[in-house]
């Protein structure tokens, strides 16, 4: 490895090294598109099958104690 590097020119070098950070930003962005489509599908999960219950209860236990107290 050494022996390959002492080969390059610094021109040659500092593309290298610009490559290396393009490449470690690539993945950090398709990791970061990933791990926004999980989000986005959880989210859809909670507001179409989670809160709809949540609110239904909440009304459910309103209507009964407004039923128990008059």
Known sequence: MKSWL???TI?????FGFGVIWA??????????VNM???RSS???VL?????LALE?????????KSMNA
Not at 11 to 15: C, D, L, S, Y
Not at 57 to 65: G, P, R, T
């Open 43 to 45: 989210l859809s999960y």
């Open 11 to 15: 021109k040659q070098k500092i593309r």
């Open 24 to 33: 470690f930003l690539a993945v950090i962005t398709i990791q970061a598109v």
């Open 48 to 52: 179409e099958e989670q809160q709809p």
């Open 6 to 8: 002492s080969k390059l």
């Open 37 to 39: 489509a999980m989000v």
């Open 57 to 65: 209860a909440k009304d459910s236990a309103f209507l009964l104690e």
